[in-house]
């Protein structure tokens, strides 16, 4: 086991490092940015599917229906095709409307969870495509598609999903823009800046794992807060709860991720001077608005950590301790800011004495419902 953790303390550190190299394997042959391609074969055999859907519709469950949330946002406003993101286990049980127009993608690392499984049948019984995300080769859920594209992550160990994550963002982005690029609802120039900036996302997921040692720091002074709220706006709202999901997975932290302008409608109300919040604030995006969430924070004496744009000066004033990463655009966005928070729950983990890679009641991949 020790060789297979390749020098790294756990499955979940190696895997939070791997993700530079995944993400590359995972638009390798697929992404050609000098040539303005993207050639996925299970979206070019099916692209009439995709082009004439009234509607997509994502079923997934735990950080693979974050993944979903984030394509939601990418989906929407690259191809400008209506989205609705359900957990697999509301779908199947819920009577719902489902169309012959309706495209439905499956997100599943494992290919196996159970009622990510049956939400499948059930838009298939219904008459819907259903075209599946998943990294394992083979799995149920890629046999049970009508097609699909796998994620490249390589095998995942540990329970706490990582680089499963960030390798089915970088699938859903490409399946976006492709259909951008038919649909004709992104400038040229910006399709064209968006497969750039995705080609060099590797290099700059590595520089955002140089905030390992920060992470390490400010894990030693919230190790044993009893609670953790984190926030983020847009495309990082779903990063928010997926950072919310690592923690309270691996080290028993109750945490919370909510839409930071939502934050006034309940959860402010927990805050105080004990109340660790984590903030996604990187300068594409609503930054304005997100500094006036921090000074709301701030006025109740909440502890600000705040992801940040390296180089911003505003929230830096604001903020009892900040995490510095690359520019990206806003879209692109969590595929950086998630590496921080990853390595945060790792650390506060290890200094709780957690079983970081197999921690109590959680299963790999849930084979009941
Ligand atoms: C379990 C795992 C999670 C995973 C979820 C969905 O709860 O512990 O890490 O996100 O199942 O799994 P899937 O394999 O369908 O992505």
Redesign the pocket.
Known sequence: EQIEKGGYDHFMLKEIYEQPSVIKDTYRGRLHANEGLIQMAGIEDNLEKFLNAERIIIV?????WHAGLVAEYIFEEFARIPVEVEYASEFRYRNPIINRKDVVIA???????AD?MAAIKLAKENGAFVFGVCNVVGSSISRETHAGAYTHAGPEIG???TK?FTTQITVLTMIALRLAKAKGTLSNSVFHSYLQELEIIPEKVKEALETNERAKEIAAVFKDAPNCLYLGRGYNFPVALEGALKLK?ISYIHAEGYPAAEMKHGPIALIDEHMPVIVIAPKQGHYDKIVSNIQEIKSRSGKIIAVVTKGDTQVRELADYIIEIPETSDALSPLITTIPLQLLSYHIAVMRGCNVDQPRN?????TVE
């Open positions: 997934a469950c735990g950080t693979s997100i599943s690392q494992s290919g196996e969870t990510t329970v706490a999903s499963a997975e959680l299963a790999k991949s849930v």
